[in-house]
């Protein structure tokens, strides 16, 4: 059997065309067989036809409604949607690069052993974004207290009071180390913890509680509620501190 000639007719029952006994070049044929890779976001959201015709579809312009495109010629919405899923990716690692370079270097080791256990370090980066807005809008410095222990703490407290970024009072809430101390913890907490295992606790809502110093009116904030965070958070720095003295060693 010899190949149909360029120029010959074709007959086939799913042509209209071709049921009227109007001749169809395979040209033809070829040109209506061809699949239609990209749908305009009305047709992709109604999973209507959509014929890919730019800059308006055949759809649009029969019912009238402005025909808009969000990918290119040539590309699919799945593959435009994978090109900006690793767009945001990118700008997210970048991102999260930039903040740990402007990090202290303790808060940069608490960063980064984040990120040896977790398993995407993307969720690392709303823990380097808490600690840069803590930084750059810490808290008004409440007056210094003095522990009554020794000298030894007590200029700890005080050095711990100026490098923390939320400042609060110790009392009444705890008795167990200055405003320093507390201070330090209480910052560490909403930098490190907060975001990913307490999230239900709302900052603004505990700060204002625990800095207006009422046990008795306090609706978010309670001595117990201090002490754990404080306990929590010097148990974690515990592990981390081991963590980085193994890396060191």
């Known amino acids: 059997i010899l190949p149909a000639e360029p120029n010959s007719t074709i007959r ?12 169809v070049t395979s040209t033809e044929l070829v040109r209506r067989a061809r699949p239609v890779i990209q749908a305009c976001n009305r047709c992709w959201k109604y999973k209507v ?7 308006i579809c055949k759809t649009c312009t ?9 990918v290119a010629n040539h590309q699919t919405i799945v593959s435009a949607s994978r090109h900006q899923a690793v767009q945001v990716e ?26 040896r256990d977790a398993d995407d370090p993307i969720t690392v980066l709303n823990f380097a974004r808490s600690a840069s807005i803590l930084r750059d809008h810490p808290s008004p410095r409440p007056e210094i207290t003095s522990t009554g222990w020794n000298p030894r703490v007590d200029a700890l407290n005080l050095k711990t009071l100026s490098e923390s970024p939320i400042r609060v009072h ?8 200055g405003d320093g101390l507390v201070s330090q913890l209480i910052s560490s907490f909403f930098t490190w913890d907060d975001a990913f295992f307490y999230p239900f606790i709302d900052r603004q809502a505990f700060l204002k509680d625990m800095n207006r110093g009422d046990v008795k009116k306090a609706r978010y904030c309670s001595p117990f509620l201090v002490n754990a965070i404080c306990a929590s958070r010097c148990v ?5 501190s081991s963590v980085c003295l193994e890396l060191e060693t």
């Open 12 to 23: 086939g029952p799913d042509h209209s065309s071709s049921s009227r006994g109007v001749p």
């Open 49 to 55: 036809k959509c014929n890919g015709e730019r800059p």
């Open 62 to 70: 029969s019912k009238g409604v402005p025909c808009l495109w969000t």
């Open 90 to 115: 990118n700008e997210r690692h970048r991102e999260l690069y930039a903040l740990l370079q402007r990090l202290p270097e303790s808060e940069a080791r608490q960063a980064f052993a984040r990120i």
């Open 170 to 177: 110790a009392k009444p809430w705890t008795a167990v180390a």
């Open 236 to 240: 974690r720095v515990l592990c981390v």
